[in-house]
Structure formats: structure tokens, C-alpha cells
């Protein structure tokens, strides 16, 4: 809604005829220029169910990281009970290496008796069968082959850690979304719903817009300066309202120069202004038309 209120005047404010006037001291005024938002935020709901609770008002003032809603939280709050008990479950399998101490053991012990069983035959030719000396052999390789397959089992074990891991950091984002945040400072300007009203992803809670740091828009002819004549330079807004003559005019710097000339001759500039509170409420507000006086160079340049 703002943003189209503020497309809608910056079109008026195109199809006004506009006056720059240069002061001696190389002041350049931009008249009828349009105060908007720079940022503004409408939080949706992450996930679907029962809004649990609406905890800000329309009119107040709301912190970046700040929870202004919460979601009824109780079946995600199970889900991440129970992904967190199956991943300790599974931290306590990934650290047990038993079975592949017990198997190096074993296949220690089983090289040992074929060893002293071959020694054996040597000292006394025939003390073991050959059928027995083989039957060694063969539970000796198992013995290692044993180490091989429990590492195995191991490293999968510790695998599965890792994918217990993963269902427990997605049960707590889930968890995480139950509860709404502001992304900005600023200020509630309409709220969507109420507290046990049922929502759905994407339906809007509430909408916030940011109101310390304003943007004012204004246009400069192509004809009398360059680009690069307007970018950086300082500038002081006023506020075209009777009621506001004679206040100190709001600071900034020029941000953005846009490259297109408009049919008219003129190319858009803004400048972002830090906006300031009177007796509690901020004097500078969206859809302002204000007047904008740009520092430039005593004698400009002309435009090619």
C-alpha cells in the first residue's frame, strides 16, 4: 500500500513542472520532492496453524530480532524432543568403539595361535595337523578381516550421528519458525490477525515500517547538471506543510543518480535523510512532499 502511494506521487511528481532554482552561494532547491520508505517489512506466517499470540499493537515500536507473534508451538516442540533424544541416542553409538577393540583383541589372540602352532611344526615336525595349521590360518584372517568389518560398522554408526544431527537441526528450524521476528526497527503500521485465528504459510501477520532513516526523491535537470555533479553531495530537506515552517530542515547526502533521463529532461535523484521525533512522534513521514536544497559548486558545469 505505501509503496504504491509512493509510486503513485512520484508520478505526480513527474508530470508537475519542476523548478531547481541556483542560489549565488551554488545552492541547487528541488521542489516537490516525495518522502518514501527505505525499508519496510509485511512478516508472513512460516508455517501453518494457530496463531498462538499477537504480541505488538498497531503504533508500536518494534526492534530488529524482536518476536511480535507466536505460533502454537506444542506438536513442534515434540518433533524436536524426540529428534533430540534419537540424536544423543546416536552420539552414545558413534562413541562407542567396543566392538572394534574387542575385534582387534580376537585377531590378535587367533594370530598368536597359528604363530606358535607353525613354531610348534618347526620344532617338532607334524605336532599339528596340517588340517588344524590351516583351520589357524583361516581364523586368524577372519580375526582381521573382523577389525575391518567393526571399523566399518563404526564409521556408519557415526554417520548416522550425522544424519540424527540433521533431523534435529530441521525440527528445531521448525521449532524456530513457530515464532515470528521483526527484521527491522521500526514502527507496526497494520496488523492482519488475531491471537487463535488460523493462518496459513505466507498469510500476513503484521507490517512494519521503518521510519528513523526516510528516503526523499526529488528530479534535477539533465540540461543544467551532470551526474556526477550531483552524487555525494550534502543536502537539506524541508517539509512543504504550513504547520512545519520554520523547523530545522533534516540532513543527508545524495545516494543515487539514476542514469535515465526522463522524457521530460530530468533525471530522479534521492537522498536518504535521518528523520527525528517531536513530542513523541517522528516529523517526517512517507508521502511528505518536501523541498530539497543541494550543496553544488558555486559556478556548475553544463551538460553536454
Not at 35 to 46: F, G, T, W
Request: aromatic share 6%; glycine share 8%; net charge negative.
Amino acid at each position: 500500500m505505501l509503496r504504491t502511494l509512493t509510486a503513485t506521487l512520484l508520478l505526480a511528481v513527474c508530470a508537475a513542472p519542476l523548478t531547481a532554482a541556483d542560489s549565488p552561494s551554488g545552492q541547487l532547491t528541488l521542489n516537490h520532492c516525495v518522502v518514501s520508505l527505505i525499508e519496510e517489512a509485511q512478516l508472513p506466517a512460516r508455517k501453518p496453524g494457530a496463531l498462538d499470540t499477537l504480541l505488538v499493537e498497531e503504533g508500536g515500536a518494534v526492534q530488529r530480532g524482536q518476536v511480535v507473534a507466536r505460533m502454537d508451538a506444542r506438536e513442534s516442540m515434540v518433533r524436536r524432543n524426540i529428534a533430540q533424544s534419537e540424536w544423543l541416542a546416536a552420539q552414545k553409538e558413534a562413541e562407542n568403539d567396543i566392538d572394534v577393540r574387542y575385534s582387534a583383541a580376537a585377531a590378535d589372540v587367533a594370530q598368536a595361535e597359528y604363530t606358535a602352532a607353525v613354531q610348534a611344526n618347526k620344532r617338532v615336525p607334524g605336532t599339528f595337523a596340517e588340517a588344524e595349521v590351516s583351520r589357524l590360518r583361516l581364523a586368524a584372517r577372519r580375526g582381521f578381516l573382523g577389525i575391518d568389518q567393526a571399523q566399518h560398522k563404526f564409521d556408519v554408526t557415526k554417520i548416522n550421528g550425522e544424519v540424527r544431527q540433521g533431523y534435529l537441526d530441521a525440527a528445531q528450524l521448525e521449532l524456530d519458525d513457530c515464532e515470528i521476528k521483526s527484521p527491522i526497527d521500526g514502527v507496526v503500521v497494520r496488523t492482519f490477525r488475531h491471537d487463535g485465528e488460523w493462518v496459513n504459510v505466507g498469510d500476513p501477520i503484521c507490517q512494519i515500517i521503518r521510519l528513523d532513516r526516510l528516503r526523499v526523491t526529488g528530479f534535477v535537470s539533465a540540461h543544467d547538471y551532470k551526474q556526477e555533479e550531483i552524487i555525494g553531495k550534502k543536502v537539506r530537506v524541508t517539509i512543504l506543510l504550513e504547520n512545519e515552517k520554520g523547523q530545522e530542515p533534516f540532513e543527508g547526502t545524495i545516494g543515487f543518480v539514476s542514469p535515465v533521463v526522463e522524457p521530460g529532461g530530468d533525471y530522479r535523484v534521492w537522498a536518504d535523510v535521518e528523520n527525528r521525533k517531536r513530542q513523541g512522534y517522528w516529523v517526517l513521514r512517507p508521502g511528505h512532499v518536501a523541498e530539497m536544497a543541494v550543496d553544488v559548486p558555486a559556478v556548475a558545469k553544463k551538460a553536454d
